[in-house]
């Protein structure tokens, strides 16, 4: 099979995929993948998107076993000799490359980070992370290579270098982007090493990417919606470009009218905007339009969670949770507690349900898992809350604070009708806290937590001056926390958002660098340092 008619065969798979019709998609693949490198990328992908969702040993093993044959027939067609190293010294060398060969390179990159994607999953230990690191190493020296081709190659097929270019710019951009997101320290180390992380350039790569009439296009456009409707909104401030990720999103949801990804997407905007009824709508459209990857639902039912909790749905954010428990292999700790949590929050508790809540909790630790030797940060704040809940049988506002350390409020604050009832509550519960400080055996852990989501509440409901207020009594009060260490350095942190919103730039880098120079050791701390970074 020539070239175009392999890249031709690839985009339709790619369009079949995208209209989640997933098994015509792989049979269309299939018959070339050990002879055709687009073919061989095209089939690998479908399984390593399948292994990735559903996390079962068998899936993992198939898309390893595809991925490794992907890049035995990419490495077939690929310029093995040492022009790697030769380019920066004699471009005319790049015009040697035949087309073929150049297009291998960018498939054997996209299957390398594949593979290296999944070796961190097939065996949880150290030394496959070391082993996935070193394929990502290898795979972003190829996507540098392929884009100084693209930049210093002649072209004499304008059709064949516009597909090449889309894919060089989708890895380029999604490298640079995602990286740009890592913490200071990180992010220092790896440009040391030879990565970049210039999140500006790899947006605009991005973009030049998703206006192209090429095969990558579309999953630019995808890159480009998830990471300014989820990725700011869970590492970052919450500060997405929603009008421009629309304006990328609204061609797509017309020519993949049924597309359950895109549909998602659409939910996802209107959950961002604070349109949470709508959102529940795209949400369930989305399930409704494929049942082959019953395992995409999942991400469609944790957004549904999460909007039934904006909307104070106690009962049905805890029903999605036990589905996803039930259901998902990603985390059964992680689902098990905000399945518990979730119910706290349902007012007239009675004897019985309060039993079932300390069953619930007894489980989380139990489930806990361990990847390299380590639990997930989320998991063992899980656990601690649950040991606390075992110990006392209470915990305060477990439900808002869920929300609060999942960068919730970010979207909560969109709609003032969603925050002035948390406020309400909030409120409420810092008055009880008050009468019965004496009888409180942890009064001061909850008293800031509940003073936090006070200040966050504030902040969004356009009262700066009590909001700061209340972050800096929860500062004040960190030698009295005897368990959510987490807390003041979180305070901090709001702190220096609140005066960055406010343009105070030098109080506002202050409290930042203050966060992750002064505070050590609390439970998601690496989860703060990425929002610190995304202000910094």
Not at 110 to 115: F, H, N
Not at 266 to 279: F, I, K, L, S, Y
């Amino acid at each position: 099979m020539d070239l175009p008619t392999a890249i031709a065969e690839a985009i339709e798979g790619l369009d079949l995929f995208l209209n989640c019709r997933f098994a015509q998609a792989k049979s269309l693949m299939q018959p070339w993948k050990d002879h055709s490198p687009y073919h061989a990328l095209g089939y690998g992908t479908i399984l390593f998107m399948q292994a990735m969702m559903t996390f079962e040993k068998e899936d993992i093993k198939q898309a390893v076993v595809n991925l490794k044959s992907a890049i035995s027939v990419c490495n077939r067609y690929r310029r093995r000799e040492s022009w790697l190293e030769t380019l920066s010294q004699k471009k005319a060398q790049v015009n040697q490359l035949t087309e073929v060969e150049i297009h291998s390179e960018l498939c054997y990159a996209e299957c390398l980070l594949q593979r290296a994607c999944l070796t961190f999953v097939e065996d949880e230990s150290l030394i496959n992370f070391v082993k996935g690191a070193i394929k990502i190493k290898n795979c972003h020296s190829c996507y540098k290579q392929c884009l100084y081709i693209m930049e210093n190659r002649t072209w004499e097929d304008p059709a064949l270098k516009v597909h090449f270019e889309s894919g060089v710019r989708l890895g380029v951009g999604a490298f640079n982007v995602m990286i740009s997101l890592l913490p200071g320290k990180i992010l220092k180390l790896l440009e040391f090493v030879g990565f970049s992380g210039n999140k500006a350039f790899g947006l605009s790569q991005l973009q030049l990417g998703a206006d192209l009439d090429s095969l990558r296009a579309p999953l630019c456009s995808l890159y480009l919606i998830g990471y300014h409707t989820v990725v700011l909104y869970i590492l970052g401030l919450g500060d997405g470009d929603l009008e421009l990720a629309d304006r990328i999103l609204q061609p797509c949801l017309k020519k993949y009218p049924q597309g359950a990804l895109f549909l998602f997407f659409a939910g996802r905007m209107a959950e961002v905007r604070g349109n949470v009824p709508e959102a529940i709508v795209k949400f369930e459209e989305s399930i409704v339009a494929q049942s082959e990857w019953r395992q995409f639902h999942h991400l469609c039912y944790w957004e549904l969670m999460w909007c039934h909790a904006f909307l104070g749905d106690w009962l049905m954010a805890a029903s999605y949770a036990e589905r996803l428990f039930n259901e998902s292999k990603w985390s059964k700790a992680c689902y098990m507690y905000q399945r518990a949590a979730f119910l706290v929050m349902c007012e007239d508790q009675t004897e019985d349900s309060r039993r079932n809540l300390l069953s619930l909790f007894r489980q989380v630790p139990v489930l806990k898992q361990r990847i390299a030797g380590k639990s997930l940060p989320i998991e063992k704040f899980a656990v601690d809350k649950s040991a606390r809940y075992e110990e006392h049988q209470s915990l305060i506002l477990p439900g808002y604070e869920l929300i609060y350390v999942w960068n919730g409020f970010t979207i909560l604050g969109r709609c003032r009708a969603l925050v002035e009832p948390v406020l309400a509550r909030v409120e409420a519960t810092l008055q009880e806290l008050d009468r019965e400080k004496d009888s409180t055996p942890l009064y001061y852990d909850d008293w800031c937590l509940a003073t936090v989501l006070k200040g966050v509440c504030l902040k969004y409901l356009d009262h700066p001056t009590e909001a700061e207020g209340c972050f800096q009594e929860v500062v004040k009060c960190a030698p009295q926390i005897q368990n959510d260490q987490y807390l003041p350095a979180y305070a901090c942190a709001e702190l220096g958002f609140l005066y960055l919103q406010q343009s105070r730039l030098q109080e506002a880098k202050h409290h930042l660098e203050k966060v992750l120079t002064q505070y050590r050791g609390y439970r998601l701390e690496s989860r703060l340092h990425f929002r610190v970074q995304a202000a910094l």
